[in-house]
T-cell receptor, first 114, second 112 residues
Framework: DAGVIQSPRHEVTEMGQEVTLRCKPI?????LFWYRQTMMRGLELLIY????????DSGMPEDRFSAKMPNASFSTLKIQPSEPRDSAVYFC????????????FGQGTRLTVV | GEDVEQSLFLSVREGDSSVINCTYT??????LYWYKQEPGAGLQLLTY?????DMKQDQRLTVLLNKKDKHLSLRIADTQTGDSAIYFC????????????FGTGTKLQVIP
């Protein structure tokens, strides 16, 4: 298996633009997580899906952020409009188990909003 | 809220043992994890331990848990330059990975 695949690897966008990050989880994994990593705040869980259903989105910072999982093999994280403070590395992770004890991370998308 | 603390930096010589320490505050922590992050990469799960265990060994890695002191450590025997990375400690309550809390990470530098 190719592991968790995220795209793009790098994204540079202007403030106010819409940004869409994509994730393909490992086949057969039914839990999917979106994380954000910054120097200041470390790793933060944004949202968690189980069987394509959002279970906990309490980590989503504001209404500008939204996430979808239309099927078991694809998820998106959208920021609209983007702001410079959204600059971070965004990771997607997937797990076979609902409790996520063995979550596998993608390589991340480095987002820079200028 | 829950808090996981780690020292920021550790430097060791190649061939020596490395010990990375972590303390946590959540007494309901059931799963405790160690992740490795190499530059430009995502987090790689190295190992995890249940809170009812004191020790877990996997090849060069030894995890020790002192539940009374809420202290977790990761020992890497015969440290190699390829072990240079950031190591994250994390904890989650039973059945609640979505509530996992990560430490700030310890950057391990291995000197040849």
């Amino acid at each position: 298996d190719a592991g968790v695949i995220q795209s793009p690897r790098h994204e540079v966008t202007e403030m106010g633009q819409e940004v869409t990050l994509r994730c393909k989880p490992i086949s057969g994994h039914n839990s999917l997580f979106w994380y954000r990593q910054t120097m200041m705040r470390g790793l933060e869980l944004l949202i968690y899906f189980n069987n394509n259903v959002p279970i906990d989105d309490s980590g989503m910072p504001e209404d500008r952020f939204s996430a979808k999982m239309p099927n078991a093999s694809f998820s998106t994280l959208k920021i609209q409009p983007s702001e410079p403070r959204d600059s971070a590395v965004y990771f997607c992770a997937s797990s076979l188990r609902r409790d996520g004890t063995e979550a596998f991370f993608g390589q991340g998308t480095r987002l820079t909003v200028v | 809220g829950e808090d996981v603390e780690q020292s920021l930096f550790l430097s060791v010589r190649e061939g020596d043992s490395s010990v990375i320490n972590c303390t946590y505050t959540d007494s309901s922590s059931t799963y405790l994890y160690w992740y490795k992050q190499e530059p430009g990469a995502g987090l790689q799960l190295l190992t995890y331990i249940f809170s009812n265990m004191d020790m877990k060994q996997d090849q060069r890695l030894t995890v020790l848990l002192n539940k009374k002191d809420k202290h977790l450590s990761l020992r890497i025997a015969d440290t190699q330059t390829g072990d240079s990375a950031i190591y994250f400690c994390a904890e989650s309550p039973r059945g609640g990975y979505q509530k996992v809390t990560f430490g700030t990470g310890t950057k391990l530098q291995v000197i040849p």
